[in-house]
């Protein structure tokens, strides 16, 4: 008897129970339910509202006007159309609007879909300049140039590396300016995470703006220390320094008019055939000076807090005026970088670097450089107002067999961002040529401008002093790329 | 004797408690999948987010803080399509974590399975100024997508983290239930937005028009990108005449002075708003964000009305 009432009972809890359980699902049921019909009945009131609406539309826009009717009302509205535009015309001149396109950060577009899968990024900017030179600005023309098309090819090979190509092509022919293999994941060959090693043709380690390919370069021309110490003298400088010679004498004449041009297609040509040695002098300073070389590079990644710091080694086989390629032995150039957040709007970027390695007697050659890079970009309106102010100095020591050439170099710039689509840069630069025999010193103010993301026109006016003579050259710069064209890291 | 004793009890004690397991670490883009993956990852997790909310997400200047952030993530959650693209994979790239490269474990790109709006139709190209060619990135401005945000980020959470997956799965259905009661709740708050048309600077709002029912009918911009022209102004003034639009909405980061000049011309009323969480006072999480922007667009139309 006494088990039957057990069992009764135990039965009598477990159907209570049970209930419950049953309840309080119905009841959450139940509210999402409601939920739902709260929901339908919203969106039962939003389709009337749209049928109330497009009823009257049908009913009071078809309204029929006579063919007159519609001419003067088109005049009439082309007529408003023009005043308003006059009117705005004149107040955007009176007050330039503070729009701006990104300053740094070049052209990103995927514009293809599907069919572009897989198929790297693929780039061209092409750099399109016109130049004035002489005693005073406008006094001759040098002449107009399609001084570079850079074409780029970038992708990841797989998921530990990318490969990254870029070829000039200019009137002096076609240079591959970088091709770099970069294994991003390193720890397949069971090396630490924080190492990046690089392989292939690449931008020497050798100060910041070294890290920026030409055409995207805050001014048309590199400053002088680049041009004298790692530009290449090509075939048509060579001639104009054959021209020079004939019509001035010896470089080393001050005083004495060293007008020149440059870009003729004829001259290039006839100069092309000429195999001689090129060799630096005032005359034919080159316009663009790059540090690169090809090796291998390993850089190392130190967090420090919320700032960072990188180390980069980077034996390279380099041929500038300052290093001689197949000397015997690589230039060894080391980087060290560090990254520091003033704060959520500014950045101070410091780097020091060393070159070791062979000039063109055989000798030993040493670079130290020293960089700063401070940026700052507002964060509400950081899309019409930037600052960049740039620094490095370089100097170097040459073992010329009879004793040691300390040459040096440095230069300064300012970019300013006026509005959305206006930047503002000035440049003071100074620097002497590798084996001292000459120096040169520079003033540039250009002014930019950008109406979309992936085009530029600029206007530069320098004024330099080079081997004793003073010379103004004013620059029309046009830039534009199309493609996918991969944004620099920081 | 008794101090001997004390030490060894506490090296004891302190050998054999269990060490704190390390939170999970989320580096989010923005402060809208901030807060996703914070309400999702619960005590489980520490998010940061890199971009400030009054910052155009075109021109965010690389910090090394990022870096550093980036290097010691465990996920990374973005909106993806080409939204920071300008900025983001140089930054992954220096940061030498291959768990958040592409298809890298802790990759979360949030936009999958997004019903995405003006995914531009044919050729793409610059001539449709800064196009957003896989389709406008904004999305996270519709509670129905949130949840699909969400459910992202509880993927690539769980992929980190199997240990916490009955968490996850719990938060999220926890999010889902308040992002239904957020969307009945602003469909009411909207309803006198339904049929108003709007101008806008950019297309910022087109997902947030498309669930309340109201209409961007022109912007200032005359495509996507490109800075406003007086040509351009002058057909948008016409239009906006004859269509009788009344509002301008504009975001923080963009200047004021071409919608005031429109707005002069129009007799329309100039709307700031954020589009972001903890971009203004108010809007600390998603839900208040939902309801500030509504109400002020509201407030705006119903004051004007």
């Given at each position: 008897m006494v088990r039957w009432i057990a069992l009764f009972l135990s039965g009598l809890v477990l159907t209570v129970a049970f209930g419950q359980e049953n309840a309080n699902s119905n009841d959450t049921k139940e509210q999402e339910l409601q939920q739902l019909r709260e929901r339908v009945a919203t969106l039962e009131r939003l389709v009337q509202l749209l049928q109330e609406e497009l009823a009257t539309l049908k009913r009071n826009g078809y309204a029929l006007q006579s063919q007159t009717q519609l001419v003067a009302l088109q005049q009439q509205t082309e007529a408003e159309k023009r005043k308003l535009e006059e009117e705005l015309q004149r107040e955007l001149q009176k007050n330039p609007p503070s729009p701006a396109p990104r300053p740094s950060p070049p052209a990103v577009i995927?514009?293809?879909?599907?069919?572009?899968?897989?198929?790297?990024d693929n780039s061209v900017i092409a750099n399109f300049r016109t130049g004035f030179r002489g005693k005073r600005p406008f006094a001759s023309f040098m002449g107009s140039e399609f001084s570079e098309a850079e074409l780029a090819f970038q992708a990841a090979t797989d998921p530990f590396s990318r490969l990254d190509t870029f070829v000039a092509i200019s009137p002096e022919g076609a240079e591959i300016e970088e091709a770099t293999l970069t294994i991003l994941d390193p720890t397949f060959l069971r090396l630490p995470r924080n190492l990046q090693i690089r392989f292939g043709k690449l931008l020497a380690p050798f100060g910041q703006l070294n890290s920026i390919h030409p055409p995207e370069q805050p001014f048309v021309d590199s400053p002088l220390v680049h041009r004298l110490w790692f530009g290449h003298v090509h075939a048509e400088h060579e001639h104009e320094e054959d021209e020079h010679e004939e019509e001035n004498g010896h470089q080393e004449d001050e005083g004495e008019n060293h007008e020149h041009e440059e870009g003729n297609g004829e001259q290039n040509s006839r100069q092309r055939q000429n195999g001689r040695q090129h060799q630096l002098t005032p005359a034919n300073v080159p316009t663009e000076g790059l540090f690169t070389g090809s090796g291998l590079s390993l850089n190392w990644l130190i967090p420090t807090g919320k700032h960072v710091t990188w180390l980069t080694v980077a034996p390279l086989n380099v041929d500038n005026p300052t290093f001689q390629a197949n000397s015997g032995r690589p230039v060894w150039l080391a980087r060290i970088r560090?990254?520091?957040?003033?704060s959520p709007t500014q950045t101070l970027n410091l780097g020091l670097n060393y070159a070791f390695g062979r000039n063109d007697l055989g000798n030993d050659t040493r670079l130290l450089g020293f960089d700063f890079t401070y940026r700052w970009r507002p964060i509400r309106e950081g899309l019409y107002r930037s600052l960049v102010w740039?620094?490095?100095?370089?100097?170097?020591w040459r073992d010329t067999g009879n004793g040691t050439v300390k040459p040096k170099g440095w230069f300064t710039m300012v970019e300013y961002q006026l509005s959305r689509t206006l930047f503002l840069g000035a440049r003071y630069d100074f620097a002497q040529s590798p084996d001292k025999s000459f120096s040169g010193r520079g003033f540039s103010l250009a002014i930019t401008l950008f109406p979309s993301e992936f085009g530029r026109y600029r206007l530069q006016w320098n004024r330099q002093r080079i081997g004793g003579q003073t010379v103004h050259e004013v620059w029309l710069q046009t830039t534009f790329s199309i493609g996918t064209h991969r944004p620099h890291p920081l | 004797m008794r101090w001997l004793c004390f030490v060894l009890v506490a090296t004891l004690i302190l050998s054999v408690a269990p060490t704190a397991a390390r939170k999970i670490r989320v580096v989010a883009t923005t402060n809208d999948l901030k807060w996703a993956a914070e309400k999702i990852g619960g005590e489980r997790v520490e998010v940061v987010a890199l971009m400030h909310p009054l910052q155009n997400p075109h021109t965010?200047?690389?910090?090394?803080?990022?870096?550093?952030q980036l290097n010691r993530a465990d996920l990374l959650v973005r909106i993806g399509l080409d939204y920071e693209e300008t900025w983001l994979p140089p930054l992954v790239e220096e940061s030498r974590n291959s768990k958040i490269r592409r298809g890298g474990i802790g990759d979360v790109d949030t936009s999958i399975g997004i019903p995405l709006l003006e995914i531009p139709a044919g050729r793409v190209t610059r001539e449709q100024g800064e196009v957003h060619i896989f389709g406008n990135p904004h999305y996270w401005l519709d509670p129905e997508n949130m949840k699909i945000i969400a459910r992202n980020i509880a993927e690539g959470l769980k992929r980190v983290d199997p240990v916490g997956t009955s968490v996850y799965e719990s938060n999220l259905r926890n999010l889902e239930r308040e992002m239904n009661e957020l969307l009945v709740e602003t469909l009411k708050l909207a309803e006198p937005l339904r049929g108003e048309k709007f101008v806008a600077y950019h297309t910022t709002w087109s997902y947030l028009a498309n669930r309340y029912g109201f209409r961007i009918i022109g912007y200032l911009e005359p495509k996507p990108g490109i800075p406003p022209s007086a040509s351009h102004l002058a057909d948008l003034i016409l239009r906006m005449r004859q269509e009788k639009v009344k509002f301008i909405i504009k975001e923080p980061f963009y200047e004021s002075r071409t919608p005031n000049m429109v707005?002069?011309?129009t007799g329309a009323k100039v709307i700031e708003i954020c589009p972001t969480v903890g971009g203004e006072k108010g809007t600390e999480t998603y839900p208040?964000?939902?309801?500030f922007i509504l109400t002020k667009i509201v407030n705006a139309v119903q004051g004007l009305n």
């Open positions: 995927y514009g293809g879909g599907l069919w572009q899968a897989l198929n790297p560090h990254l520091h957040e003033l740039q620094t490095e100095a370089y100097w170097g | 965010v200047q690389p910090r090394p803080s990022f870096v550093v707005a002069q011309r208040k964000l939902m309801r």
